[in-house]
């Protein structure tokens, strides 16, 4: 960094002179230098740390493709804001129904089996190294028939992983860069940040808050947020999610099938994200393999996150048929299993023995029983806006509440929220410019939190 | 069931097609021409660079393959470095705690730090980087070093050059033919056009002769190396520091067995100065905890370590830890807490001891034979030389007469030919097993056995074979009887 643009980058008024120090850096280029005063009348010192002005650079350049992201990813952002709000009002009962993150504590039923699992590792017989980069053969089992039983998936077309998340990037190195994709807008950030990144995008046009190179489809209450497919152009993969993180909405049959058959029409790949498919209530399908003919043209991701509390602790799963090809024939699975033995090692071991007993019937019934409180509490947060006269979507189907706010920033929104009343909830935009004007509120919290919270909506926006 | 490249490949909507055809020896052999839908979807060039499955994949494969020719082998696996050791109690304590308290509304934890544990981050500072300034929030928990690797893969992108030592934990050439670094394979080198390759052999002491070596981006560098065992020398280090300084290049430290170090040889790269400004390291707790199936590991970026426009590389490692990871399991990392406490440590200590016992017999064992051996003094390896010979073949032929699974140096390297990779960690060599020992010279073995006895009391008997004369081999094997060792 030259010397100049150091100096434009502090602030320095043009009167003042800049003392370089030494620092208390270990380092062996310390240097004094004294620069003559320009004026006698004025003089800011500003000690610029030494490391900044002659800072060693190796000559590696920054990828590209990362300086294009706009800002952190969104969620972290959120934390930052929350925690400035903090130190700003130390004493302030903060309430986060901003970033998913679930609270209740995990049914004894499963992490007996994690405490079972630990405890066996110091045992000869107990212990395990390396466990197979696709999961372990039982839970592997158990996925396929807890959830696509009767949907001709088999074991080993389910890879077992530390979350959806983590899948979705390596779906996308699987992908390369060489190819297009859509997402719904709004949508989970992870899908549009991770495009930027593997390079299958242009750069941010900041005129419509969107990246060059990617489908936006639109998702809104004028099209009950399932996209107008008329309208969409092809891409190679779309990203679809439901239930609908931010949006809370369940795509239906009739809607799903809509969208299998332009991906067959298209050769496209859906990569249909179902994590919060246990939170349907409505009888729409919970699996995209659900719908005829899905299997040739989709992946499906999920995870424990949302089901199990599993979020720290951290287990997932991706679903690639057999029948999946790339245009050339090549299964999908056989370069995502490539992927996963080069670019992974396996979910841990105590987290998938976790997951085995999340799919025992007792696991099962302890799992919904933490989905309905989940449930419940989304409820209530629907109904305090409802009652408010706020538009209110979602909720149903996803522990997502989709607040609309006509005619206003939804981070001006975030901000007044966060002010007033101590909630951290997430700005809409944050998932793309479908989600302006809108808030996501979450519904993970303890009870009297979510009370509370909605106590204090109600003071707000009465 | 997958698809071989032999299989023709023809999309047509909903058929499956199953065609008898006869054969020279008038048996139907079946091509299956599979039928169906195919996305339009190109698939990714550089996957298609990668001409096998990853090595260890393969090395399981062969090891099915011989089991199910030969169900009542008693098969001993020298060759994945899978730890087999149970993990000490106190680690175990502290990870079903963790557990137990996840069922508790005062224990439950949700999302983590996506960079880790700030006490887990705080204890590997202060354990394994006391005096070398690195700081807490310089160090990103992970669920393990082949993860981090790939992470990092994906934040240097496609457009840096990398070079690796030859041979080299197969790992840094794959992720970096995944991503688009690597080049076209040249079919009769085995080499990716746009890689580097680094000779480590007996010759250069197993480090690069860097005034051989073009300047590259990035620097792949494994101390202790798997696999060849070598631990790099202050000296060597200091070299490859003022190497990177000069070029402007990363170093990619890989540190994974810095806890198997006896000779007092450095255990991080940031023990040199100056590595802070030109180096990445990367390490784990599989190897020194028994975590291979547990995952954890980290990375260290140093805040002074920049890009050529001055940026930060800390703060784009932040962002991919950040969007395309969500953090290591908070059980393994309250397990990698309780690893770093004074007691853990010290029983994980015994167990690196332990397997270091193992390498000692099987160093001792070969080198007093005759054979050429390397590594097995600061790593859980040992890199046997064979001359003269494929160590795909070798592999093979040990599996075959001995039931010992062990790794084809080929498998990490063009320069891995000739060697094979044995891994410390069974049990049995220590525990009483029957050695029976073979060598190219009489006196030799004399002098072995003798030694042996002394040091191990176990059974030892001579047979004498030319190991180039597999038929020799064989019948010395079939007189020793059953082999343990």
Same mark, same amino acid.
């Given at each position: 960094?030259?010397?100049?643009?150091?100096?434009?980058?502090?602030?320095?008024?043009?009167?003042?002179?800049?003392?370089?120090?030494?620092?208390?850096?270990?380092?062996?280029?310390?240097?004094?230098?004294?620069?003559?005063?320009?004026?006698? $009348?004025?003089?800011?010192?500003?000690?610029?740390?030494?490391?900044?002005?002659?800072?060693?650079?190796?000559?590696?350049?920054?990828?590209?493709? +990362?300086?294009?992201?706009?800002?952190?990813?969104?969620?972290?952002?959120?934390?930052?804001?929350?925690?400035?709000?903090?130190?700003?009002?130390?004493?302030?009962?903060?309430?986060?129904?901003?970033?998913?993150?679930?609270?209740?504590? +995990?049914?004894?039923?499963?992490?007996?089996?994690?405490?079972?699992?630990?405890?066996?590792?110091?045992?000869?017989?107990?212990?395990?190294?390396?466990?197979?980069?696709?999961?372990?053969?039982?839970?592997?089992?158990?996925?396929?028939?807890?959830?696509?039983? $009767?949907?001709?998936?088999?074991?080993?077309?389910?890879?077992?992983?530390?979350?959806?998340?983590?899948?979705?990037?390596?779906?996308?190195?699987?992908?390369?860069?060489?190819?297009?994709?859509?997402?719904?807008?709004?949508?989970?950030?992870?899908?549009?940040?991770?495009?930027?990144?593997?390079?299958?995008?242009?750069?941010?046009?900041?005129?419509?808050?969107?990246?060059?190179?990617?489908?936006?489809?639109?998702?809104?209450?004028? $099209?009950? #947020?399932?996209?107008?497919?008329?309208?969409?152009?092809?891409?190679?993969?779309? #990203?679809?999610?439901?239930?609908?993180?931010?949006?809370?909405?369940?795509?239906?049959?009739?809607?799903?099938?809509?969208?299998?058959?332009?991906?067959?029409?298209?050769?496209?790949?859906?990569?249909?994200?179902?994590?919060?498919?246990?939170?349907?209530?409505?009888?729409?399908?919970?699996?995209?393999?659900?719908?005829?003919?899905?299997?040739?043209?989709?992946?499906?991701?999920?995870?424990?996150?949302?089901?199990?509390? #599993?979020?720290?602790?951290?287990?997932?799963?991706?679903?690639?048929?057999?029948?999946?090809? #790339?245009?050339?024939?090549?299964?999908?699975?056989?370069?995502?299993?490539?992927?996963?033995?080069?670019?992974?090692?396996?979910?841990?071991?105590?987290?998938?023995?976790?997951?085995?007993?999340?799919?025992?019937?007792?696991?099962?019934?302890?799992?919904?029983?933490?989905?309905?409180?989940?449930?419940? $509490?989304?409820?209530? +947060?629907?109904?305090?806006?409802?009652?408010?006269?706020?538009?209110?979507?979602?909720?149903?189907?996803?522990?997502?509440?989709?607040?609309?706010?006509?005619?206003?920033?939804?981070?001006?929104?975030?901000?007044? +929220?966060?002010?007033?009343?101590?909630?951290?909830?997430?700005?809409?935009?944050?998932?793309?410019?479908?989600?302006?004007?809108?808030?996501?509120?979450?519904?993970?919290?303890?009870?009297?939190?979510?009370?509370?919270?909605?106590?204090?909506?109600?003071?707000?926006?009465? | 069931?997958?698809?071989?490249?032999?299989?023709?490949?023809?999309?047509?909507?909903?058929?499956?097609?199953?065609?008898?055809?006869?054969?020279?020896?008038?048996?139907?052999?079946?091509?299956?021409?599979?039928?169906?839908?195919?996305?339009?979807?190109?698939?990714?060039?550089?996957?298609?660079?990668?001409?096998?499955?990853?090595?260890?994949?393969?090395?399981?494969?062969?090891?099915?393959?011989?089991?199910?020719?030969?169900?009542?082998?008693?098969?001993?696996?020298?060759?994945?470095?899978?730890?087999?050791?149970?993990?000490?109690?106190?680690?175990?304590?502290?990870?079903?705690?963790?557990?137990?308290?996840?069922?508790?509304?005062?224990?439950?934890?949700?999302?983590?730090?996506?960079?880790?544990?700030?006490?887990?981050?705080?204890?590997?500072?202060?354990?394994?980087?006391?005096?070398?300034?690195?700081?807490?929030?310089?160090?990103?928990?992970?669920?393990?070093?082949?993860?981090?690797?790939?992470?990092?893969?994906?934040?240097?992108?496609?457009?840096?050059?990398?070079?690796?030592?030859?041979?080299?934990?197969?790992?840094?050439?794959?992720?970096?033919?995944?991503?688009?670094?690597?080049?076209?394979?040249?079919?009769?080198?085995?080499?990716?056009?746009?890689?580097?390759?680094?000779?480590?052999?007996?010759?250069?002491?197993?480090?690069?002769?860097?005034?051989?070596?073009?300047?590259?981006?990035?620097?792949?560098?494994?101390?202790?190396?798997?696999?060849?065992?070598?631990?790099?020398?202050?000296?060597?280090?200091?070299?490859?520091?003022?190497?990177?300084?000069?070029?402007?290049?990363?170093?990619?430290?890989?540190?994974?067995?810095?806890?198997?170090?006896?000779?007092?040889?450095?255990?991080?790269?940031?023990?040199?100065?100056?590595?802070?400004?030109?180096?990445?390291?990367?390490?784990?707790?599989?190897?020194?905890?028994?975590?291979?199936?547990?995952?954890?590991?980290?990375?260290?970026?140093?805040?002074?370590?920049?890009?050529?426009?001055?940026?930060?590389?800390?703060?784009?490692?932040?962002?991919?830890?950040?969007?395309?990871?969500?953090?290591?399991?908070?059980?393994?990392?309250?397990?990698?807490?309780?690893?770093?406490?004074?007691?853990?440590?010290?029983?994980?200590?015994?167990?690196?001891?332990?397997?270091?016992?193992?390498?000692?017999?099987?160093?001792?064992?070969?080198?007093?034979?005759?054979?050429?051996?390397?590594?097995?003094?600061?790593?859980?390896?040992?890199?046997?030389?064979?001359?003269?010979?494929?160590?795909?073949?070798?592999?093979?032929?040990?599996?075959?007469?001995?039931?010992?699974?062990?790794?084809?140096?080929?498998?990490?390297?063009?320069?891995?030919?000739?060697?094979?990779?044995?891994?410390?960690?069974?049990?049995?060599?220590?525990?009483?097993?029957?050695?029976?020992?073979?060598?190219?010279?009489?006196?030799?073995?004399?002098?072995?056995?003798?030694?042996?006895?002394?040091?191990?009391?176990?059974?030892?008997?001579?047979?004498?074979?030319?190991?180039?004369?597999?038929?020799?081999?064989?019948?010395?094997?079939?007189?020793?009887?059953?082999?343990?060792?």
């Amino acid at each position: 960094m030259s010397l100049m643009n150091n100096l434009s980058t502090s602030m320095i008024s043009s009167s003042s002179s800049t003392f370089l120090a030494p620092t208390s850096f270990n380092s062996s280029r310390t240097q004094s230098v004294s620069v003559p005063l320009k004026s006698i $009348n004025i003089v800011k010192c500003v000690a610029t740390p030494q490391e900044q002005q002659n800072a060693y650079k190796t000559k590696v350049s920054r990828n590209a493709n +990362i300086a294009k992201l706009q800002a952190g990813y969104l969620f972290p952002e959120v934390a930052r804001r929350r925690a400035a709000h903090l130190l700003k009002y130390p004493n302030a009962q903060v309430i986060s129904l901003g970033i998913g993150d679930t609270t209740e504590p +995990i049914p004894d039923v499963i992490t007996s089996a994690m405490a079972k699992r630990s405890h066996a590792l110091s045992t000869l017989e107990g212990y395990s190294g390396y466990g197979a980069e696709q999961g372990e053969k039982a839970l592997r089992a158990a996925l396929a028939s807890t959830f696509y039983r $009767n949907l001709g998936i088999e074991d080993d077309d389910i890879f077992v992983s530390d979350g959806a998340k983590c899948d979705i990037s390596r779906l996308q190195v699987v992908f390369g860069s060489n190819v297009t994709m859509a997402v719904q807008d709004p949508s989970y950030p992870a899908y549009v940040d991770s495009s930027v990144i593997m390079g299958q995008t242009g750069q941010f046009q900041k005129d419509v808050e969107k990246y060059g190179n990617i489908e936006y489809m639109r998702c809104t209450p004028e $099209n009950g #947020f399932f996209p107008d497919l008329s309208k969409v152009a092809r891409t190679d993969i779309i #990203f679809f999610c439901s239930p609908n993180n931010p949006t809370g909405a369940a795509a239906t049959r009739e809607q799903l099938t809509r969208l299998v058959k332009f991906a067959k029409d298209n050769g496209s790949i859906i990569v249909y994200d179902s994590a919060y498919a246990m939170y349907m209530s409505d009888d729409n399908p919970r699996s995209i393999f659900e719908i005829p003919g899905a299997k040739e043209v989709a992946i499906e991701t999920a995870s424990f996150s949302k089901y199990a509390g #599993f979020t720290g602790v951290r287990l997932g799963w991706t679903v690639i048929p057999k029948q999946l090809l #790339f245009s050339d024939g090549f299964p999908v699975a056989k370069d995502f299993n490539r992927i996963v033995c080069t670019c992974f090692n396996g979910a841990s071991n105590i987290a998938q023995a976790g997951g085995l007993a999340c799919l025992s019937s007792e696991g099962l019934e302890a799992m919904q029983e933490v989905i309905g409180f989940y449930k419940e $509490n989304t409820k209530i +947060i629907v109904e305090t806006f409802n009652s408010l006269g706020f538009k209110v979507y979602g909720g149903k189907n996803a522990p997502y509440v989709w607040v609309h706010f006509p005619g206003r920033s939804s981070w001006d929104v975030f901000s007044e +929220i966060l002010e007033k009343t101590h909630i951290v909830t997430t700005p809409g935009s944050g998932f793309g410019p479908g989600g302006e004007g809108f808030i996501r509120v979450s519904a993970f919290g303890h009870r009297e939190n979510v009370l509370e919270a909605c106590r204090r909506f109600k003071q707000l926006y009465n | 069931m997958y698809y071989s490249q032999f299989l023709s490949r023809v999309c047509m909507p909903h058929a499956v097609l199953l065609q008898p055809k006869e054969s020279w020896n008038s048996k139907y052999e079946f091509h299956v021409i599979i039928v169906g839908h195919c996305t339009k979807v190109p698939r990714n060039s550089n996957l298609e660079k990668l001409r096998s499955g990853y090595l260890f994949p393969e090395i399981s494969r062969h090891e099915s393959e011989h089991l199910q020719k030969n169900p009542d082998a008693s098969l001993i696996r020298l060759g994945i470095g899978d730890t087999t050791q149970p993990i000490p109690d106190t680690i175990t304590l502290a990870m079903a705690e963790q557990v137990r308290g996840l069922s508790t509304i005062q224990g439950y934890r949700g999302y983590g730090a996506e960079q880790g544990n700030m006490a887990l981050r705080k204890a590997i500072a202060g354990k394994f980087y006391q005096d070398m300034g690195i700081k807490a929030n310089e160090i990103f928990v992970s669920d393990g070093a082949q993860c981090d690797i790939s992470r990092l893969q994906m934040l240097l992108g496609s457009n840096v050059t990398v070079a690796v030592q030859d041979p080299s934990f197969p790992a840094y050439i794959d992720s970096s033919v995944v991503v688009g670094q690597a080049g076209e394979l040249e079919e009769e080198t085995g080499k990716y056009g746009n890689i580097i390759y680094m000779n480590c052999g007996p010759e250069n002491d197993f480090f690069p002769d860097l005034s051989t070596i073009p300047r590259t981006d990035i620097i792949f560098l494994c101390s202790p190396n798997n696999p060849t065992g070598h631990a790099a020398s202050w000296q060597q280090l200091k070299q490859l520091v003022e190497f990177a300084e000069a070029n402007g290049s990363i170093i990619v430290h890989d540190s994974a067995y810095a806890a198997y170090i006896r000779d007092g040889s450095p255990r991080s790269i940031f023990a040199i100065p100056g590595a802070k400004e030109v180096a990445i390291e990367i390490s784990s707790f599989s190897k020194f905890a028994g975590f291979t199936g547990v995952r954890l590991g980290w990375t260290v970026v140093p805040e002074e370590l920049l890009y050529s426009n001055g940026f930060p590389v800390i703060k784009d490692f932040n962002r991919i830890v950040c969007t395309c990871f969500n953090g290591a399991s908070n059980i393994a990392q309250a397990g990698g807490l309780a690893c770093l406490s004074t007691d853990g440590y010290h029983d994980l200590c015994k167990v690196i001891d332990y397997y270091m016992e193992n390498a000692k017999i099987l160093v001792d064992g070969f080198t007093s034979l005759g054979w050429k051996v390397y590594g097995g003094k600061n790593a859980p390896y040992i890199w046997v030389h064979f001359p003269g010979m494929s160590s795909w073949n070798v592999f093979a032929e040990i599996l075959k007469k001995t039931n010992i699974v062990t790794v084809p140096g080929r498998g990490f390297g063009p320069a891995g030919e000739e060697y094979i990779r044995l891994a410390i960690a069974k049990q049995a060599a220590s525990e009483g097993a029957r050695i029976s020992l073979l060598a190219r010279s009489v006196d030799q073995l004399q002098k072995a056995k003798e030694s042996i006895c002394q040091a191990y009391e176990v059974e030892v008997s001579i047979f004498s074979a030319d190991v180039r004369d597999y038929d020799a081999v064989e019948r010395a094997i079939k007189e020793a009887g059953p082999i343990d060792v």
